[in-house]
């Protein structure tokens, strides 16, 4: 549900965040509810601060029961230092929002059910960000991570599968708990949305070959130079076995040899992403070169 449009930005509310207000609000505990949703909010905002201080465009901003999603560019995630800095940004600013209330109720500014209540939604939410599986801020991390080896759709897939796993287990430590009675149903429904928005993250990565490529195009064209790479493969290999290999800001050419390793042409990396795209996986570099 979207809220408002702030500076270009629009917010909006998952609809199982919402549902999740609605619970607080039928337990009687809505202060509770609006608690969650600022510290979620701050979360997101020192996102969207670290990624204009790095000249990141952002469109929208979802707010979500484990933290949110800041729609931007896809520049960041074609540079991995930028990726690194702006997920980190989130936890960070639930770690300085624990310490100022720590430091107000060392000068008497407390409530005795709302402030713990509030320290214990920012751990929280920075506990779970924490874990390597997209799309939590973890995930950025490990996927900038595995990103400087292999290639950015390959690194994003292996990413949101641990986002899966991590969706997964949360729901049924939460069942599990919940049947012991000392967990609620939110847990549940937190590694549940998890396990749903990883699958989302996991559908769409092979379609960052194509913004892959476009930001390497326009880094050729803006600079006239882009470091490149030269790899040896034989002509009867598939086109995806070749871009797992790609890596972000460098351009690739393919030299490609048959089975008696004798050179038989040169594919770049243009004509095989969009082979890739448009033929599937399986096409071989000969018939690239052949011209199908």
Not at 16 to 39: P, Q
Not at 261 to 273: K, L
């Amino acid at each position: 549900m979207r809220i408002c449009r702030v500076s270009g930005i629009v917010f909006s509310i998952n609809n199982w965040f919402l549902a999740l207000l609605g619970v607080y609000f039928a337990a009687g505990v809505l202060g509770k509810g609006l608690i969650a949703f600022v510290v979620v909010l701050a979360h997101e905002l020192a996102h969207v601060w670290m990624a204009r201080r790095h000249g990141i465009p952002v469109q929208e901003v979802e707010l979500m029961p484990f933290g949110g999603v800041a729609r931007m560019s896809g520049e960041l995630v074609i540079e991995p230092r930028k990726e690194i800095v702006v997920a980190v940004a989130g936890p960070m600013a639930n770690l300085v929002l624990c310490a100022l209330a720590l430091g107000c109720g060392h000068y008497g500014i407390w409530h005795e059910m709302y402030g713990p209540f509030f320290i214990q939604c920012n751990l929280q939410v920075f506990f779970f960000n924490v874990l390597p599986g997209l799309p939590l801020d973890g995930g950025h991390v490990h996927r900038a991570y595995l990103a400087r080896n292999m290639n950015l759709p390959a690194a994003t897939h292996r990413t949101a599968v641990c986002g899966q796993f991590w969706g997964g287990l949360i729901a049924v430590l939460g069942t599990a708990g919940l049947l012991g009675g000392f967990t609620g149903l939110d847990i549940i429904a937190t590694g549940l949305f998890l396990y749903y928005a990883a699958r989302r993250e996991k559908q769409e990565a092979p379609y960052l070959y194509a913004q892959h490529l476009a930001t390497k195009n326009r880094d050729l064209d803006r600079h006239g130079i882009l470091p490149g790479e030269m790899l040896v493969a034989r002509q009867d290999l598939s086109v995806w076995r070749v871009t797992r290999l790609f890596v972000p800001q460098r351009y690739h050419l393919v030299y490609t040899v048959d089975e008696h390793g004798r050179h038989t042409g040169v594919v770049d990396e243009t004509e095989i992403v969009k082979t890739l795209l448009e033929q599937g996986a399986n096409v071989s570099l000969d018939r690239i070169r052949k011209g199908f």
